[in-house]
Each structure stands twice: as structure tokens, then as C-alpha cells.
């Protein structure tokens, strides 16, 4: 341990009191060893510091700062040397605003399209998400704060996120679920990491010791602080004995008692609680030397976020090349989105931007001659026949259409996953009908996450901005009007329905469970190897100009190829590597990505890249060995500019690590071909080698079910309640604005009652109110009354002992 002499010094009630957080966003201070207290925010891609009272949700207007373009965005990028200048802004604003720790990036796996908050995950891809998050953590640790991604794992739902229970086998928790946090710890360097709601095989992931000790600190060599999400620390004591530094916001000294109780009871041993105060000292102490207070330059810090967006964008269609536009074109604006844009997503992540610019305004800066413009829609899908009669009468009179469309509000927010992949119907209609006026019509796409798009043919051009930040209107500018060249690539796959994703028939699940049933099949692996059409695939993007590959040359330490630009302007290409593996033992995927690279050419430029092999490029998670083993085989090494668009292949023989293999392909024949929508439940209990916990309620509501589950309640007032909240819930979301507190409490466990209240509610109250919800009403109501003078009377006599250790 590093700080032996100042634990020495350290009262049992201080140590214990230590693990929790004080107030919304920050630690306790001790006076008495000169120990400051340090702030945390939200941040993935832009700070939100509140100004008055904190809250988790965003309710509280923040201090301004730069909204860059979400992860989703910026990963569409590829470009990790961007992530670094991004996360040194961020670690910069962080600075100037007196925050310690950045929790962000968020880096889980887009398992399904509709995930409510994809728009703040990288990509369906571990590599990618990998390398793009531990550019943003050396960007952002750069400066005297902490990155903190987020959240560790396997966290792809958005309802009833605090109660579920994500079941997978090890191998897709290594391979697919855990890749890119290894990444971020490993190369990143991160120095601290965010533990996530859900239970992972039946525990809950701030007290799963085989996530935050084997795997985080043992195997990664982790060194740094894990904190809870907001209000999920489930039992304070096993996280700690687990390896969990810091429980938030604010349990109050319910959970501080409960540790002193477990420590006398030896349930927890000393060395343990001393184990993660070393690690929360270390950071009180790195964190809070505190230099000179350093203001930010917004101006410099929106080009920034400009570039940053006209990097990420990504042309998905260009035909006869209309874009870019031709000097002095007549166009229509149209759209509601162009007049009031949507960049950013909704929910903790929520930026309050230094400034805005919307393409209505910043669009009179080009040289095109702008014949009207008109919202055209409602933008959350009523239907209004004036604004699209509107709309139609000045498109008429364009030679062009820039049509701004997307995902509204509702569609994408933290606390509330999709219904469906589809823009809303009234902007399509619009769409349809303007496409009947033979002017052709730009899209221009405002969403986060991955959408259907059977309307496609009604655009000529399609120009997708992901959420572009508070700059977006001048990148999108400066790409239709040619100033820049696009060299976006997708992060993700769009296929042409719902139905046909691997994950389709098990998300959202139903009860407490998650199954991942698809395994290691996510994304492109599931599409690619099922030979299943989609819409654009993985990494697939359009540019302006050209680019021919050649000279492909493979050895043992990586791969060498030449890429021309053979068209007449300059630009990026993003190159891709995937590895393959025919009639392997072990199944896998028809290939996976192991590696790329961005390069930028001047039209006629060319140039030989190396993209080199890592301990990643060949290896599979074992589960009869327990480690990581390398298939003996001739693998094929493809270079292409998409995973659909493989332009170059060489093969090379690697040597295998075991002979040992981990299956018997007779009792997995769905898995070894990949078509696994409807994998048995015998199939999954193979996979898995345990059968599959039930996930049915048990009868009467516990601590850990959700409050939307008062459904099941024999208290008529819970039923109530649970109406109620219903009700409300469905009213703010036809408002088309999510009402994010109602949503938290809707999902969040009765327990979390006693984690989010600064100790006003203690366990012993929520085992009252359970008591009432179970049908017991006044025995409930006596001890939620006897509980809060208990914890009054208890909270008071802490406090005094804290106190008087301060003197």
C-alpha cells in the first residue's frame, strides 16, 4: 500500500465513512489529515458541472462548456490521434472548472440497435470502441484529472437497467464485453473505472470480484479507483471486499455503519477495507493538488469540436455525385432540425454548449443562393399539413433540397430504450413527397444509433452527422460544399430491418434476465458470417475521391500495403484490417477487425502503411484452459475499406498455444454456423456450462426488483404508486421530452432508495416499504417509522464520532 502511515492514523468510522460520497458529485474531506474533497462530473463529451444544487439526471442547468460531437460520432472517425485532442480539450475544461474526475468515456457495446444510449458508445466493435476510448483517457489524464470509462460491464439495456442480470458465457464476456475496457486500462492507462447497475452471471458488478479484482486488477494490472454508478452500489460491503473505492452519490452513513459492522464481525477483514482507502487516498491526494485556476479557449475548443465533426461524418450515398454542390446553387432548407438541430443526446450526458450554430443561420456564410426555408415537420411526428404544403412550395423552387431529418429526443435517451429503428413517420412522408418533385434532395441525418432506412431511394445523396455537437452546422456546410472532404466510416451496421439483428429476439428481455444468446455474433460478426444483407455495413463510408490498394505484403509482426489516392482532390481513407480463420476448430466469426489506420493523401499521393499485429490479432478466450489460447491454423489477413468491401488478402501460418479445445461442435452446431436468432435454450446451457438461472419474479418484491414493478404488488397503494408513475411517464413522453427522473425511478431498485438520499432513507426503511408493498401495511409503516428515528438517532451519534476524530 502506498499510504500505510496516514491509514495508521485513521479511524475505523473515518475509513468506512471515506468509501462514500458526500454529496452528489463529491467525496468527504478530513480535516484532520488535510484530506480535500474531490468532484467528479459527467462528461463523455462535454463537461456538465451544475452551478447551484447537483443532480445526476441534468435537471440543474450546468456551466457552459464545449458539447463535442457524442462517441457514437466520433468514432465514426477512426481516428484515435482526434479521440486525444478531443479528451486533452475536455481534460482542459475539466481543469478550468475545478473537476477531478471525467466519468466518461462511455465504451459499451452497442449489443442492439435499440439501446437508449448508444449514442454515447463507440461502436459494436471491442477494438474500435477500445482504441478510441484509451485515446480520449491519455487526452483527458494529460491534464491533473482523472478519465473514468464507464460501464464495467456488459451494460447494453437501458430498462430496468438496476435490475437486471446479464447472462453470458466467459468467452463473450472476454471477446466481445470486456476487449475494449482491457484496452482502455491497458493503453489508456485509465485511472479510474465505473462499475455499471447490472448483476453479470448473478452478481452485481461493483461486488463481482471476478471483474474488478481477477480480471481489472490482477490480470490487467489496474491501479487505479473504481467507482459506482450513480445509486449502484448494491451491498456496500461485498463491493468493498471486492475491490469497489467509492459508492455515489450519497448513501449518508448507513453504508459507513454497515462497513464498521462487518469489520467488527470480521464478515470483512481489515487488510481489505484498508486495500481500497489506499486507492481512494491515492487519488484524494494525486487529485486534489490543485494548480492555478486556467480558463479555456471556447473559440479554440469549437473549431475543435468543428473539426471533430466534419472528421466523423459519414457520406452513405452520392449518386451522379451531386455533392459537393456547385457554387451559387439555388437550394431549400428544410427541416426542423435545421432550424433548431439536434447534436447531443439526452439524459447525464447532456452539455450546456458555449455556443450553437444551427445550418439556417451559418448556411448564409456559403456560396449557394438559399431560396427559403421552412421546418416542414413536427419534429416529435404530428402530423401538419401547413408546414409540409410549406415545405413542398419552396422546395419547388431549388435546384437542390437539404433535407434535415433524424431521431427526435424521445428516441434516444439514458433510462429508455428504443421501440423500433424508423425515423419518425411524419418526416419520411415529407420526404417522399418532396422526392415526387424530380429536385433532387440531400439528407442530411441528425441520430445517434443505428436507424432503418427503407426511404433511402428518395435522397440522391445522404449525408449522415451522427450528433455533431455544438459545430455541426459548419462541418455539414463544409462538407456539401466540398471545403472538406468526408472520410467518416461506420462504427456500426445498419441493417435493413430490426428483425434481421442478432440480438432481435432476446432484447429488451422481458424479465430479469438478459440473455446473450448470440454470443460472440454481434454487429458485422453476426451479419458477416450469416451472410445476412444490410443496409451499409461495418466501416462503409463515401469519400470524393478515390483510393486504389495494392502491395500487400503480410510477416509475423503485421501487415504492409499501399494506398494511392487516384482521384482529383485530396482526402482520408480509413484502412481496415480483419483476421479469418476457414474451417476453424474453435468457432469464430468469418473475420473480425484487429486493426486500421487513417490516412491522408493529396489527390495523386501515395503511400505504404503498416498496420501491426498485437496480442489481440489471433487469440480467442479458451474456457476448458481459463486463459487466452491462439488457434493453430493459416489465417487470412484482409485489408479493405469496409468489412463488406475487402480489397486485399494475404494468408499467414500462426502456431497454436494448446491443443486443448474448448467445444464439442456436435452439441453447438447453431454456433459453429453462426445462424443463432433462435438458439435452444440446451444450446445456450452448453454454451454457458451451467443451466440458465431463472430470471422470473419470485412472488413477493425484494430489494433489487425495480419500482416499475409495483405491477406485481398486493398493495393496492403500490399499485397506485405504480400507476402513477406510469401515467406520468407516458405523458412526458408524449411530450416528446423524456422526464428523466421520473425514468430513474421507474427502473431503479427500492434499494437505490437508500443509496440516493443522503441518508434521510436507510436499508432498514426500504425493508419497510417492501413490507408495505407486499401487502402488510402497517407492519411495514411501523418500521419505516421505528427505521428513521433509528437512523436519525444512529446518523447523529457517526457524526459525532467524525467530528470529534476531527478536533
Known amino acids: 500500500m502506498k499510504h500505510t502511515d496516514l491509514i495508521e492514523k485513521m479511524t475505523l468510522e473515518e475509513k468506512a465513512a471515506f468509501l462514500s460520497g458526500k454529496g452528489e458529485w463529491e467525496t468527504r474531506e478530513f480535516k484532520r489529515h488535510n484530506l480535500p474533497s474531490i468532484f467528479c462530473s459527467d462528461g ?20 457552459p462548456a464545449t458539447c463535442f460531437p457524442t462517441a457514437a460520432t466520433v468514432a465514426n472517425s477512426w481516428d484515435e490521434s482526434l479521440g486525444q485532442e478531443i479528451g ?94 482491457e484496452i482502455a486500462v491497458k493503453e489508456g492507462g485509465a485511472k479510474a473505472i465505473m462499475s455499471s447497475y447490472n448483476e453479470v452471471n448473478g452478481e ?216 423500433h429503428m424508423r425515423i419518425p413517420q411524419n418526416q419520411i412522408d415529407l420526404l417522399q413527397s418532396m422526392a415526387q418533385l424530380n429536385t433532387p434532395v440531400v439528407g442530411i441525418i441528425s441520430a445517434g444509433s443505428s436507424i432503418e432506412m427503407p426511404w433511402q431511394n428518395s435522397c440522391q445523396a445522404i449525408l449522415h452527422g451522427y450528433l455533431t455537437g455544438q459545430a455541426g452546422a459548419s462541418a455539414m456546410m463544409d462538407i456539401l460544399m466540398g471545403k472538406v472532404n468526408p472520410s467518416g466510416r461506420l462504427n456500426e451496421t445498419y441493417p435493413i430491418r430490426y428483425e434481421d439483428t442478432p440480438a432481435f429476439r432476446h432484447f429488451p428481455s422481458t424479465e430479469r434476465n438478459a440473455e446473450f444468446r448470440e454470443s460472440i455474433y454481434v454487429g458485422y460478426r453476426y451479419y458477416d458470417s450469416s451472410k445476412v444483407r444490410v443496409q451499409y455495413p461495418f466501416g462503409f463510408g463515401l469519400s470524393y475521391t478515390e483510393f486504389t490498394y495494392s502491395d500487400l505484403s503480410v510477416d509475423v509482426e503485421g501487415a504492409s500495403v499501399t494506398i494511392a489516392n487516384t ?75 469496409s468489412v463488406s468491401d475487402i480489397r486485399l488478402e494475404a494468408d499467414i501460418t500462426v502456431e497454436g498455444t494448446t491443443n486443448e479445445y474448448p467445444y464439442n461442435p456436435a452439441l453447438l452446431p447453431y454456433y459453429y454456423t453462426g445462424i443463432i436468432q433462435q438458439i435452444s435454450d440446451k444450446e445456450f446451457e452448453e454454451l454457458l456450462g451451467h443451466p440458465i438461472p431463472s430470471g422470473k419474479w419470485s412472488g413477493e418484491l425484494g430489494e433489487n426488483d425495480a419500482i416499475c414493478q409495483m405491477y406485481y404488488a398486493k398493495s393496492k397503494l403500490a399499485r397506485f404508486i405504480y400507476n402513477r408513475l406510469t401515467a406520468m411517464k407516458i405523458k412526458s413522453e408524449e411530450k416528446g421530452k423524456p422526464d428523466l427522473n421520473i425514468l430513474f425511478i421507474y427502473n431503479m431498485p427500492f434499494r437505490a432508495l437508500a443509496k440516493m438520499t443522503a441518508g434521510m432513507i436507510s436499508m432498514e426503511m426500504v425493508e419497510g416499504m417492501l413490507v408495505v408493498v407486499n401487502g402488510h401495511f402497517f407492519k411495514g409503516l411501523g418500521k419505516i417509522i421505528g427505521g428513521f428515528f433509528r437512523n436519525r438517532r444512529k446518523n447523529k451519534a457517526y457524526e459525532k464520532k467524525l467530528a470529534g476524530g476531527n478536533n
Open 44 to 63: 463523455p463529451h462535454g463537461l456538465r458541472k451544475q452551478a447551484g444544487a447537483g443532480d445526476h439526471l441534468g435537471l440543474n442547468e450546468s456551466l
Open 88 to 181: 486533452d480539450a475536455l481534460g482542459e475544461e475539466a481543469e478550468a472548472l475545478d473537476v477531478d474526475i471525467l466519468l466518461g468515456p462511455g465504451l459499451n457495446i452497442k449489443r442492439s440497435p435499440l439501446c437508449g444510449r448508444n449514442f454515447e458508445y463507440f461502436s459494436e466493435d471491442p477494438y474500435l470502441a477500445g482504441k478510441m476510448a484509451a485515446s480520449y483517457v491519455k487526452g483527458i489524464q494529460s491534464h491533473n484529472v482523472y478519465a473514468c470509462p464507464k460501464h464495467f460491464a456488459v451494460n447494453s439495456q437501458e430498462l430496468r437497467r438496476m435490475a437486471m442480470n446479464s447472462v453470458l458465457d466467459e468467452r463473450t464476456l472476454r471477446e466481445i464485453y470486456l476487449t475494449g475496457f
Open 204 to 419: 452485481y458488478a461493483n461486488e463481482n470480484k471476478h471483474l474488478l479484482t481477477e480480471i481489472l486488477r490482477e490480470e490487467w494490472g489496474f491501479d487505479g479507483m473504481v467507482v459506482t454508478d450513480w445509486g449502484g452500489s448494491n451491498n456496500h460491503v461485498k463491493g468493498v471486499a471486492a475491490g469497489s473505492n467509492l459508492e455515489m452519490p450519497a448513501p449518508g452513513l448507513d453504508s459507513a455503519r454497515e462497513i464498521v459492522a462487518a469489520v467488527n464481525d470480521g464478515t470483512l477483514s481489515m487488510e481489505e477495507l484498508d486495500f481500497v482507502v489506499d486507492g481512494l487516498l491515492d487519488a484524494v491526494l494525486t487529485l486534489g493538488k490543485r494548480g492555478e485556476k486556467k480558463d479555456f479557449d471556447k473559440e479554440a475548443h469549437h473549431k475543435l469540436a468543428r473539426k471533430a465533426a466534419a472528421e466523423s461524418a459519414v457520406l452513405l450515398k452520392n449518386e451522379k455525385s451531386i455533392l459537393p454542390l456547385k457554387s451559387g446553387v439555388k437550394v431549400a432548407l428544410i427541416g426542423d432540425f435545421a432550424v433548431e438541430p439536434r447534436y447531443q443526446g439526452a439524459g447525464s450526458s447532456v452539455v450546456n454548449p458555449t455556443q450553437v450554430e444551427t445550418l439556417e443561420k451559418i448556411i448564409n456564410h456559403y456560396d449557394v443562393q438559399v431560396v427559403g426555408t421552412s421546418r416542414g415537420y413536427h419534429r416529435m411526428g404530428e402530423a401538419n399539413d401547413a408546414m409540409k404544403k410549406e415545405a413542398m412550395d419552396i422546395a419547388a423552387l431549388a435546384d437542390v433540397v437539404l433535407f434535415c431529418f433524424g431521431l427526435d429526443e424521445i428516441s434516444e435517451s439514458e433510462g429508455l430504450d428504443r421501440n
Open 567 to 641: 482521384g482529383n482532390c485530396d482526402g482520408a481513407e480509413v484502412v481496415q484490417m480483419y483476421i479469418g480463420l476457414d474451417n476453424a476448430i474453435v468457432f469464430r466469426p468469418a473475420k473480425e477487425l484487429k486493426g486500421f489506420k487513417k490516412v491522408f493523401l493529396k489527390a495523386g499521393e501515395q503511400q505504404t502503411i503498416r498496420i501491426p499485429f498485437d496480442d489481440k490479432t489471433f487469440r480467442y478466450w479458451n474456457v476448458k484452459t481459463n486463459k487466452w489460447e491462439i488457434e493453430m491454423g493459416t489465417y487470412q489477413v484482409m485489408i479493405g475499406a
